[in-house]
């Protein structure tokens, strides 16, 4: 039963995400969870005052059972089937976290600097926070869906532009960590 409470090894989980996308296209649907924003917005009327949320979100249901699944999940495999939730960090990075401000890398899931609540007594943070939370919504709309639906379920449909897409998250990823990153902190 210790496998229940380890990370599943790639050989496991990468088919088994692949039999999860096999088994959508064959049922004819698309996954994403960016999508799920513009759907849950839809069922509470906001078609009322916008065209772009004016669809029948009856027919995206299923995503939204994917979303709250993805998120019962998550709680349910953090708190109750992990023994150490505290990612493995290497020991350089995480001296080399430590010295730009990252006092809890290496004893915490995520910085706690950044996610914590006392990430909103700062100002920087909150319009980093602000900032970040506005450019992927906006990227991943302009995108037209997010890493989720471009690496996962695009590149599974051999599209070219979840391709292009997912090289841009990767690329403006390097950026971020290399570039931006350090001249934020």
């Known amino acids: 039963m210790n496998w229940m409470y380890e990370p599943w090894p790639w050989y ?25 924003l513009r759907t849950v917005c839809a069922a509470l009327g906001a078609g009322k005052t916008c065209d772009f949320f004016s669809f029948d979100w009856r027919s995206q249901r299923w995503n939204l059972y994917v979303m709250a699944g993805a ?5 349910i495999a953090v708190n109750f089937l992990s023994l150490n939730p505290v990612p ?4 350089d990075v995480v001296a080399k976290l430590n010295t730009i401000g990252f006092k809890s890398a290496g004893s915490t899931y995520q910085p706690s600097e950044l996610f914590g609540n ?43 532009p979840s391709l292009i897409a997912v090289l841009g998250f990767f690329t403006g990823g390097l950026i971020m960590v290399h570039v931006v990153f350090p001249l934020l902190f």
């Not at 996308?21 to 969870?33: E, P």
């Not at 493995?88 to 020991?91: E, L």
């Not at 920087?124 to 302009?142: D, N, P, S």
Request: charged share 5%; hydrophobic share 50%.
């Open 12 to 36: 496991i989980s990468g088919p088994l995400i692949a039999l999860t996308m096999a088994a959508l296209l064959f049922a004819g649907k698309n996954f994403g969870m960016s999508s799920n």
């Open 71 to 75: 998120v019962l999940g998550g709680f």
């Open 88 to 91: 493995d960090i290497n020991p």
């Open 118 to 160: 006392s990430a909103f007594t700062s100002l920087k943070t909150v319009m980093l926070l602000i900032t970040g939370g506005f450019l992927v919504g906006f990227g991943a709309r302009y995108a037209g869906g997010c890493t989720s639906g471009h690496a996962i379920s695009g590149l599974s449909n051999l599209q070219l």
